[in-house]
T-cell receptor, first 115, second 113 residues
Framework: DAGVIQSPRHEVTEMGQEVTLRCKPISGHNSLFWYRQTMMRGLELLIY????????DSGMPEDRFSAKMPNASFSTLKIQPSEPRDSAVYFCASSSVQGNTGELFFGEGSRLTVL | AQSVTQPDIHITVSEGASLELRCNYSYGATPYLFWYVQSPGQGLQLLLK??????LVQGIKGFEAEFKRSQSSFNLRKPSVHWSDAAEYFC???????????FGRGTSLIVHP
């Protein structure tokens, strides 16, 4: 079975440019999470969706960050304009709400470097 | 609110030695507990999980963890470490009320030959 698919795996961009990260969750999963991982802060939850609806975006650092989930099989995380401090690995994860167990399935991440 | 503490940032062991990674959680009721592993350049992969029942749980790659309610701990163990176990290990706690897991800061495992 296909796991969580993220693209691009690596992105290098210049400060001020728009960045769009993409995620395809596991089929049948109805919750989707965006995390950011840095050495300084560890793994931070940015936002999560339940049945395509954003539930909690309190982790989104600034208005420069936005996330959408237009359907059950696709989500985007956009940064506009990007800044060097946004450099991090961004992970998408999905899970099934059934059972409310909290087990997440992670993608391989998108490594963003903003120059 | 639930929280997780992994007291050790780095652990160094020799190949073949035993391993124990510590995890302490804070949560009022019976939690769901997880250990994830992250190899370099990869996403997190679930090693094992505890929901209820037997407090000693077995996971993949020869790992096990024991839930100790009295100590609010869920330590990860392996009797003999292999060089391929070198990775970052994350403990996480979830709950029935909020299925969003809270992750610890991680412990980096270094394995010497």
């Amino acid at each position: 079975d296909a796991g969580v698919i993220q693209s691009p795996r690596h992105e290098v961009t210049e400060m001020g440019q728009e960045v769009t990260l993409r995620c395809k969750p596991i089929s049948g999963h109805n919750s989707l999470f965006w995390y950011r991982q840095t050495m300084m802060r560890g793994l931070e939850l940015l936002i999560y969706f339940n049945n395509n609806v954003p539930i909690d975006d309190s982790g989104m650092p600034e208005d420069r960050f936005s996330a959408k989930m237009p359907n059950a099989s696709f989500s985007t995380l956009k940064i506009q304009p990007s800044e060097p401090r946004d450099s991090a690995v961004y992970f998408c994860a999905s899970s099934s709400v059934q059972g409310n167990t909290g087990e997440l399935f992670f993608g391989e991440g998108s490594r963003l470097t903003v120059l | 609110a639930q929280s997780v503490t992994q007291p050790d940032i780095h652990i160094t062991v020799s190949e073949g030695a035993s391993l124990e990674l510590r995890c302490n959680y804070s949560y009022g009721a019976t939690p769901y507990l997880f250990w994830y592993v992250q190899s370099p350049g990869q996403g997190l992969q679930l090693l094992l999980k505890y929901f209820s029942g037997d407090t000693l749980v077995q996971g993949i790659k020869g790992f096990e963890a024991e839930f100790k309610r009295s100590q609010s701990s869920f330590n990860l163990r392996k009797p003999s470490v292999h060089w391929s176990d070198a990775a970052e290990y994350f403990c996480a706690v979830g709950s029935g009320g909020s299925y969003i897991p809270t992750f610890g800061r991680g412990t980096s495992l270094i394995v010497h030959p």
